[in-house]
């Protein structure tokens, strides 16, 4: 007779629970939620919209195209004939009203001939022009922060008006040496902005611009003789100002070219034209401004996220320093209200 016991189905039940207790929970950990990446504000984009006559259409395909990607400017500077798409633009008119605008300009409009003075055009029809397509608005209670840029004549400063008349400010900005009268402002007088600063990039920023969209229509010397006098006195210009445009447009995230330079100063009939090589330039653009906008983002969420991380290390020390002088706790609740300071800094 076998007298060994047979172990019991109770016992062996008991064994096994015990040992999957001892091996711990084989059930898979629930997956954590990834945390979301920090806010951060959006990136503000301006642009400066540079002189060049009537090359300065292509600046409505530029806007349209940056605004129909979404690329919306959040503040506007120009100077010369940016300076008037530029305040039409930022007083709200969209891209859309622009264009038909550009397309209905008649130059009779806008030229107002004076031969006893100390130019030919006197400038007072455009300063009304302007006027009224931004229903006699101050620059100051535009849609957007406008600047138009001009030089100070007495002493060639670069003057930025931010505020005030609307019209006599393009008008200031856009008086072309030996073509408009200067402008006088109080005690001063203004010629073209383009002499100081042919593509307002400064002015762009100065009005809060993270990231600047610059639009360059200015002329390249061909090697051929202008067959006008604003011709001459804007090839003139754009010869001057070549290097120090050059020296501004470097502080400029991005650089859009229009390819307008066959367009004549007075070429008016090509405005057309002139938008759509606005345009194209414009999307050939788009992922240059898109691929910069992303390394800003990237680069607030970094410094917030490093933040983030370097606020919780100088928590965790001042708790620390506050067990240390308390004794240890168990229970971290003692020294959650531990004043967040470090020393070691």
Not at 72 to 85: L, Q
Not at 218 to 244: C, F, H, K, N
Not at 283 to 297: C, E, F, K, V
Request: proline share 6%; charged share 20%.
């Amino acid at each position: 007779m076998n007298l060994i016991p047979r172990p019991r189905p109770l016992l062996l039940m008991l064994a096994t629970v015990l040992l999957a207790g001892c091996l711990g929970d084989p059930r898979p950990t629930p997956p954590t939620a990834a945390t979301p990446p920090p806010v951060v504000p959006k990136v503000r984009i301006g642009i400066a919209l540079g002189g060049g006559a009537a090359k300065g259409f292509a600046h409505i395909g530029v806007i349209k195209m940056l605004q129909t990607h979404g690329l919306e400017p959040v503040v506007v500077a120009g100077t010369s004939a940016g300076s008037v798409v530029g305040a039409l633009y930022a007083s709200g008119m969209d891209p859309a009203r622009l264009q038909r605008h550009a397309i209905a300009l008649d130059e009779d409009e806008i030229r107002d001939i004076s031969l006893f003075s100390g130019g030919l055009i006197e400038g007072r029809l455009l300063q009304d022009y302007v006027n009224r397509l931004v229903s006699q608005r101050p620059i100051d209670k535009f849609a957007k922060p406008f600047a138009a840029v001009a030089t100070r004549l007495e002493d060639g400063k670069r003057s930025v008006f931010v505020r005030g008349d609307a019209g006599q400010a393009v008008r200031a900005s856009s008086s072309i040496p030996g073509v408009f009268e200067p402008v006088t402002i109080g005690k001063w007088h203004y010629v073209d902005g383009g002499v100081v600063s042919p593509v307002p990039v400064d002015a762009a920023r100065q009005l809060g611009a993270e990231l600047v969209v610059a639009v360059d229509i200015s002329s390249r010397a061909s090697g051929t003789m202008p067959g006008s006098l604003l011709g001459i006195v804007d090839q003139s210009i754009t010869i001057m100002g070549r290097q120090l445009a050059a020296q501004e447009l470097a502080r400029a995230e991005v650089v859009i070219r229009p390819r307008v330079n066959d367009i004549g100063a007075t070429d008016f009939e090509q405005r057309d034209r002139a938008i759509l090589a606005g345009e194209q330039a414009a999307l050939a653009a788009i992922p240059q401004i898109r691929a910069q906008m992303a390394r800003m983002r990237q680069a607030r969420i970094d410094a917030v996220v490093a933040k983030t991380r370097a606020a919780a290390a100088t928590r965790a020390r001042a708790i620390a320093r506050c067990k240390e002088a308390q004794g240890w706790f168990d229970d971290e609740s003692e020294c959650d209200g531990a004043t967040v300071t470090d020393a070691s800094h």
